[in-house]
């Protein structure tokens, strides 16, 4: 059986966006899936230590947190660890993080701090690719 590859962009903020590749990652990962997120500009808020604080529900979508909380949807921290237990590997965009003026102890325990080639080579092998 040949490896199952996902290659994911996060580069968009939003508590929209943040379930959206986490959904994504961790359903492919227990899927047996080896999975790789680039996390880079608006997308590193998923990241941060922060986190909970950073990610906001467009206004539209304000009625979502009760659906969420209604259908016990986990929450970014949860999602970032069972990510991390499904072994998703997470590279942060070091150019980002620089040009940010962003540091390592910003961000959640667990993560890589690479530039695109990182991701490149990751993704170069991947049969799913996707970018939220």
């Known amino acids: ?69 209604k259908v016990n949807v986990p929450s970014v921290p949860q999602l970032l ?8 590997r997470m590279i942060a965009c070091q150019m980002t993080v620089d040009a940010m003026g962003l540091e390592e102890g910003h961000f959640i325990d667990g993560i890589e701090f690479g530039g695109a080639a990182a991701y490149l080579d990751f993704a170069f092998d991947a049969q799913v690719t996707l970018n939220f």
């Open 1 to 69: 059986m040949a490896n199952k590859r996902v290659a994911i962009i996060a580069s968009s903020a939003g508590l929209e966006s943040a379930y959206k590749v986490l959904n994504i990652a961790t359903a492919a990962a227990a899927l047996d899936a080896e999975v790789g997120i680039f996390f880079t500009f608006e997308g590193l808020s998923i990241i941060h230590k922060d986190s909970e604080k950073m990610l906001q529900l467009k206004p539209e979508n304000a009625g979502l947190a009760e659906g969420f909380k």
């Open 81 to 88: 660890e069972i990510a991390k237990e499904s072994k998703v």
